[in-house]
């Protein structure tokens, strides 16, 4: 399993996220352009001393990750409000990608109509959304958790 950011906005929930990806040993993929340089030191504050235990893998453009030799195996798990699937009813894969977009805009439709799998975040009635890092340590979470109990 591997974790992807679409144009990331915000640093300091990359670097939650390289965290994330380190302390669960997951490939992370950043997709360009991000909304901040991505050596930024806000970006390596938040990862903390975790930045330098990730996997990171950068890509220049959405076609450029399109192109990238994992998308050829792994079904792409989209998380997004506009969703189908609760992620607490879908049976993850190890070689599944799971996909954030921008903080401030989802994915466009040309990437969101690329999604094997549309998943959602069951909340609160009237809530938009939550914040992108929180959004991927849950589903994140809940794969490990699955993928664990099959490989006892």
């Avoid at 669960?24 to 975790?50: H, N, Q, T, W």
């Avoid at 996997?55 to 969703?83: C, N």
């Amino acid at each position: 399993m591997r974790l992807a950011l679409y144009q990331p906005d915000i640093p300091q929930n990359a670097g939650a996220i390289m965290r994330l990806a380190a302390c669960f040993d997951l490939p992370l993929d950043i997709i360009e352009p991000c909304g901040f340089v991505l050596s930024d030191k806000r970006l390596r504050r938040a990862g903390m001393d975790y930045a330098d235990a990730v996997d990171l893998h950068r890509h220049t453009s959405w076609e450029a990750y399109l192109g990238f030799s994992a998308m050829e195996t792994g079904r792409l798990v989209l998380l997004t409000t506009k969703g189908s699937e609760p992620y607490t009813d879908h049976v993850f894969a190890q070689d599944d990608i799971l996909l954030l977009g921008r903080e401030s805009a989802g994915v466009p439709e040309d990437v969101h109509d690329r999604a094997d799998v549309r998943l959602y975040i069951p909340m609160k009635q009237g809530m938009r959304s939550l914040n992108v890092a929180m959004s991927a340590a849950i589903v994140t979470g809940e794969a490990v958790r699955q993928l664990t109990r099959v490989g006892e």
